[in-house]
């Protein structure tokens, strides 16, 4: 079970990151990446396609953000955001089954 509080704690943190290396518009469109795949999780009747694209989204600007910070910067960035990284995996192995 995903404990809420760190969820939302760990999506701040992302979003302050990325508003900070990328810029605020990136920003929105993770949290809205992401708060669409939690309504899609808690309602699974929900998914769709679309599911796909916000993955995407979310873990190419992870990606572009690891090209521009140091290695140990980037890990310090995965290691504070375990809960979106597992809550993502968990996501991704239920979209098959609908």
Same mark, same amino acid.
């Given at each position: 079970?995903?404990?809420?509080?760190?969820?939302?704690?760990?999506?701040? %943190?992302?979003?302050?990151?990325?508003?900070?290396?990328?810029?605020?518009?990136?920003?929105?469109?993770?949290?809205?990446?992401?708060?669409?795949?939690?309504?899609?999780?808690?309602?699974?009747?929900? %998914?769709?396609?679309?599911?796909?694209?916000?993955?995407?989204?979310?873990?190419?600007?992870?990606?572009?953000?690891?090209?521009?910070?140091?290695?140990?910067? %980037?890990?310090?960035?995965?290691?504070?955001?375990?809960?979106?990284?597992?809550?993502?995996?968990?996501?991704?192995?239920?979209?098959?089954?609908?």
């Amino acid at each position: 079970m995903i404990n809420l509080e760190i969820f939302r704690i760990e999506l701040n %943190y992302l979003q302050q990151v990325i508003k900070s290396i990328i810029g605020d518009k990136v920003s929105r469109e993770i949290s809205e990446a992401i708060t669409a795949l939690v309504t899609c999780f808690l309602n699974p009747s929900t %998914y769709d396609s679309s599911l796909f694209s916000y993955i995407q989204t979310i873990e190419q600007y992870i990606n572009q953000i690891q090209k521009e910070f140091e290695p140990y910067e %980037y890990k310090l960035l995965m290691n504070n955001i375990p809960t979106i990284r597992i809550f993502m995996e968990k996501v991704k192995t239920e979209i098959p089954k609908c």
